[in-house]
């Protein structure tokens, strides 16, 4: 056994908890650095969702500036970030309601959606096919495989989740047609 330096030690502990720091976390500790005070002072990161970056500005002229420079600035990005971005949006939506910007960080797990169906989905192999109608072919078995045993939306008898039932009575899409 070899003894080890509480520097090295530490060293260790610090790159785990580096690794286990949220992307969106440690993208608002070097947001201000990044972007410099001017503009820090007329942005705000709200969430990132599949790898893009939701920002809002204090005015539309903000979100059309940083938007023509939204390309330098994800490569300055994504050289802090462990995980990097695919794009930045620019928006005034949730500069003035702060409510909206912590609704829109919170994170929502797969388990929580109304379309959520549990764990006992088996996934079969997802081989990538070349021929079109055998693509088809496996992805509508997977479809029936998944709808077996769902009850049926009451408004148009398609297989349907059991939580938007639960939550909007019908399937999402004939929920959707009434909004």
């Known amino acids: 056994m070899s003894l080890k330096s509480i520097n090295d030690i530490l060293g260790v502990l610090e790159k785990q908890a580096q690794w286990q720091e949220q992307p969106f976390q440690r993208l608002l500790k070097c947001w201000a650095e990044v972007v410099g005070p001017v503009v820090a002072a007329n942005t705000r990161p709200l969430s990132i969702q599949r790898d893009v970056l939701s920002v809002a500005t204090s005015s539309a002229a903000w979100a059309q500036n940083m938007t023509f420079g939204r390309t330098s ?105 009434k909004f």
């Open 73 to 177: 600035l994800l490569l300055k990005l994504n050289k802090k970030l462990p995980t990097p971005l695919v794009d930045i949006r620019f928006s005034t939506a949730g500069w003035q309601n702060p409510s909206v910007e912590r609704k829109q960080q919170q994170t929502v797990s797969p388990h929580e959606h109304p379309s959520y169906l549990g764990d006992e989905i088996s996934r079969p192999d997802m081989t990538p096919t070349k021929d079109v109608n055998a693509a088809f072919g496996n992805w509508a078995k997977v479809m029936r495989s998944r709808s077996h045993g769902l009850p049926l939306c009451p408004q148009c008898q398609s297989p349907t989740p059991p939580g938007e039932l639960q939550r909007w009575e019908v399937c999402s899409v004939c929920a959707a047609k």
